[in-house]
C-alpha cells in the first residue's frame, strides 16, 4: 500500500519531529511512503499522479488557516483535497483544509490546546474500532473548523473542541483535530487510528 502524504508546515525543519513521527507512525502499519510539500500539491498534481497512490494524508502545519492570507498561500492545496476521491486522513490542520475544501469555516480558538487530553467518541467508525468511548489522544492546536461539513459526519468531540473528528464514509474521508502520530505506551489510541485507517484504505 502507498501512501502520499502531503507536507503542509511552513519551516520543515523546524517541525522535521512531527513529520518523522507521521512517517514513522505510517510505517508501523506496513505502508511506503511518498512525501511532497503542500506548494506541490495542486490539481495538476491530482490529475496526473493521484492514480499512483492507495491513500492520502495530510499532515498538520503551524499555518493559522482561520486567516484570509494564509488560505490563499493554500489555495491551490484545498482546491486538490476538493478532487480527492480515495482514502483521505487530515491531522489537525490537514482536519481544517478538509473543512475549507468542503466550504466551512476555520476559526481561531484564542488559546492554545496542548498535551494528552480526553475526547469522547460518539459514533461507531471504523477509524475507532476496538477503541473506547473516551480516548486520549495528543493535541496541539489553537485553532478548529468552526461546523461539520456537508455530507460529514461529527465522530468524535471533546470539552475545549467541539469537533475532534469527522467523516465521509462514502468517500473514505476523515479528519482529525487531534495528532494520532504521537502516541506512547500509556497512551495508545493513536496507533490504533492508523491501523484502522490503513484497513479501512485495504477494504
Not at 46 to 63: C, P, Y
Not at 65 to 90: E, M
Request: hydrophobic content about 40%; proline content about 4%; charged content about 25%.
Amino acid at each position: 500500500m502507498h501512501v502520499l502524504v502531503v507536507n503542509n508546515f511552513l519551516d520543515h525543519a523546524k517541525h522535521a519531529s512531527w513529520i518523522g513521527a507521521l512517517r514513522q507512525a505510517i510505517s508501523e502499519v506496513r505502508c511506503s511512503i511518498e512525501m511532497i510539500p503542500y506548494t506541490h500539491f495542486a490539481p495538476e498534481f491530482v490529475e496526473k499522479r493521484i492514480h499512483k497512490v492507495d491513500a492520502v494524508v495530510l499532515s498538520g502545519t503551524e499555518a493559522m488557516l482561520s486567516k484570509d492570507s494564509v488560505q490563499s498561500a493554500f489555495r491551490k492545496t484545498i482546491q486538490a483535497v476538493r478532487l480527492l476521491h480515495l482514502p483521505v486522513l487530515g491531522i489537525c490542520g490537514g482536519h481544517q483544509l478538509i473543512a475549507l475544501a468542503y466550504g466551512e469555516r476555520v476559526l481561531y480558538m484564542g488559546r492554545d490546546i496542548e498535551g494528552y487530553r480526553e475526547v469522547d467518541v460518539l459514533v461507531e467508525d471504523p477509524l475507532f474500532h476496538g477503541l473506547p468511548t473516551a480516548i486520549s489522544v495528543t493535541q496541539s492546536h489553537e485553532e478548529m473548523i468552526e461546523q461539520v461539513p456537508r455530507g460529514f459526519t461529527l465522530l468524535a468531540r471533546s470539552t475545549e473542541t467541539p469537533i475532534e473528528a469527522v467523516s465521509n464514509e462514502r468517500d473514505r474521508i476523515y479528519g482529525v483535530q487531534f495528532h494520532p502520530e504521537i502516541h506512547d505506551e500509556n497512551h495508545p489510541a493513536g496507533k490504533l487510528v492508523f491501523a484502522n485507517f490503513a484497513k479501512i484504505v485495504k477494504r
